[in-house]
């Protein structure tokens, strides 16, 4: 059964940079698609990065620019670098995934929406931008 674990959450000021890191295992085939969620206090989780089968990556708009997403199949590691951190970034992050499956014959598309693409989810690790 696949677990996904993420680490290096924590606090920063405005402005910072943080990065966090997202270990899959468990699992029989690799995941198509990986993606960071995250939720803020009292709103609906939602999508912030993915990565296409193809290595692409998918952005929201909130942090396009700002954050980038990189997904290292060797080690079955996928990895958030957030720069120019704002207070509105704060939340739980969440790291996603599918469960995989055979060979693709192309790629993948990976939404930034929760629908039935990703089954499989982290514990989440607080992110807190101070003013």
């Known amino acids: 059964q696949m677990l996904l674990v993420e680490s290096g959450g924590g606090s920063v000021q405005t402005g910072g940079a943080m990065n966090l890191s997202c270990s899959a295992s468990g699992y029989t085939s690799a995941p198509y698609c990986m993606a960071w969620f995250r939720q803020l206090p009292g709103k609906d989780r939602e999508g912030v990065a993915s990565v296409h089968s193809n290595g692409e990556p998918l952005f929201a708009t909130s942090v396009e620019g700002r954050f980038t997403i990189s997904k290292d199949s060797a080690k079955n590691t996928l990895l958030l670098e957030m720069n120019s951190l704002k207070p509105e970034d704060t939340a739980i992050y969440y790291c996603?995934?599918?469960?995989?499956?055979?060979?693709?014959?192309?790629?993948?598309?990976?939404?930034?929406?929760?629908?039935?693409?990703?089954?499989?989810w982290g514990q989440g690790t607080q992110v807190t931008v101070s003013a």
């Open positions: 996603a995934a599918d469960r995989g499956g055979p060979p693709l014959s192309g790629v993948r598309l990976c939404p930034l929406t929760i629908g039935a693409t990703y089954t499989v």
